[in-house]
């Protein structure tokens, strides 16, 4: 497992914006990266999500997921995606971005890979609950589920600490204020049903 990172980006084409069209240029951009791969790069995709779960916009978008083997690779990633072979294909679905937010998050446990994972679950530690706890709870509420756990690193993200990536919906403790949002992986030609609402408990 290592320390594979993964850098996430949300964001959402300005008004105006055909979806196909953006979805089509922002897919172009991933395999133009993925053709002249920089060092670490292990994968890079996006999701279509209607609802972000955690955010309190509930407004409809895409989460970006590019997988590095170590912080390294982060830093010559982002110097690879305006190099030579990409700054064409990033500018073109530059333009047309909007509402955007990144954030770091480290592979705890788990072997999902990400291109498998239908459903994403964002969780909150309970206060006072120390992490070994939490994470045990974690890992015998999915122990005969295939996950992924990830965990935001250095506080750079808008969203919650905890992702959990799996192939079917959990049911998981009110009290981890779990919110769940179905993924659906975007491919070069766009189009496609959009994902049902990302749901939230009734509680919460």
């Not at 060092?39 to 999500?49: C, E, N, P, Q, T």
């Not at 937010?101 to 999902?112: H, Q």
């Not at 609950?129 to 005969?144: C, E, H, K, P």
């Amino acid at each position: 497992m290592g320390n594979i990172l993964a850098y996430l980006f949300w964001h959402r084409p300005r008004p105006g914006t055909s979806q196909r069209r953006y979805e089509e240029k922002l897919a172009t951009f991933q395999e133009s990266l993925k053709a002249h791969p920089p060092d670490g790069l292990i994968d890079a995709l996006s999701f279509r999500l209607k609802v972000r779960p955690w955010s309190k916009h509930r407004s409809s978008g895409y989460e970006d997921w590019y997988l590095v083997r170590d912080f390294g690779s982060l830093g010559v990633l982002n110097d690879a995606a305006v190099a030579s072979q990409s700054k064409r294909q990033h500018d073109d679905v530059a333009r047309d971005a909007t509402g955007g937010a990144g954030g770091v998050y480290k592979l705890l446990s788990g072997g999902l890979p990400l291109r498998e994972a239908r459903f994403e679950t964002w969780m909150k530690k309970r206060p006072r609950t120390t992490y070994q706890a939490f994470l045990g709870d974690v890992s015998r509420l999915v122990a005969d589920r295939r996950t992924a756990l990830w965990r935001r690193q250095m506080v750079l993200s808008p969203a919650p600490e905890f992702c959990l990536d799996s192939e079917s919906r959990l049911a998981l403790p009110n009290e981890m204020h779990a919110a769940t949002a179905r993924l659906q992986v975007v491919e070069a030609l766009g189009g496609g049903e959009s994902p049902d609402d990302a749901e939230r408990p009734r509680n919460s």
